[in-house]
């Protein structure tokens, strides 16, 4: 994060590796919960499994945020919880867009050489199972999903990280990020948003930027399920 949105008083008191672990371990463990609870879902209910994985996942990083909070740094101002200004904003809707197009070509190059995977079904499933269905994982897969994943992956683990340097900050948030997604595609779309999510996070040095950017890849990606 830049000098001129942090002091040096300030700096001292950003999260640390205990909320850094803290947090990443309780998401961990709600996270496994999560797939197990999915796991015991038939088939036949796939459309509300992938919107109970959504909606899950986001609460799951919200909890470890809190987790992460209550340990000693009791100011949400610390996790990125301020004000930014308008052009940072601006800049993450031309972020996400740009993420989002740079996905496809991923998807693309890497298809090319794998077989397609089903890691995505249950979501689009929801999405192409009418309005209400396609209104609600896109309220909590665009919503939800990302602030809880922003909230504990930049504001407790990149603010963490972000005193080592930026290559810590942004590249190791957004590889700690990506392997939490798995060993698919969804690994390198995930290590992109989070490049990209760490450094307008440590630029800018608010959550609000890096969650734009978030909500408008996840949001443009389900719109694209909806379309079959």
Known sequence: ????????????????????????????????????AMLNM????AALRG??????????????LLAAFSIRIRD??????????????????AMGLAAFILSILIEGIYFSFMPPETTQDDFMAAAT??????????????????????VLFRGVIASALNKYGAWAGILGSATIF??????????????LVGILTGFV????????????????FNGLWLLTYSLG
């Open 178 to 191: 990506a392997a939490v997604h798995g060993p698919s595609v969804i690994f390198f779309n995930a290590l």
């Open 51 to 64: 919107i109970f994985g959504m909606a899950a996942n986001g609460v799951a990083g919200t909890l470890a």
């Open 76 to 93: 949400l101002r610390a996790f990125g919880f301020r004000a930014t200004e308008g052009r940072w904003l601006l800049i993450a809707v």
């Open 42 to 45: 038939p088939d036949e209910q």
């Open 129 to 150: 199972s009418g309005p209400l269905a396609l209104f609600i994982i896109v309220t909590t897969g665009a919503l939800l999903t990302p602030f809880g994943e922003e």
């Open 1 to 36: 994060m830049t000098a001129t949105t942090i002091s040096a008083v300030e700096q001292r008191k950003l999260p640390g590796w205990p909320e850094a672990l803290t947090g990443l371990a309780i998401y961990l463990v709600l996270i496994m919960l999560i797939g197990v």
């Open 201 to 216: 996070f440590r630029k800018s040095g608010s959550l609000w930027p890096a969650l734009l950017i978030h909500v408008v």
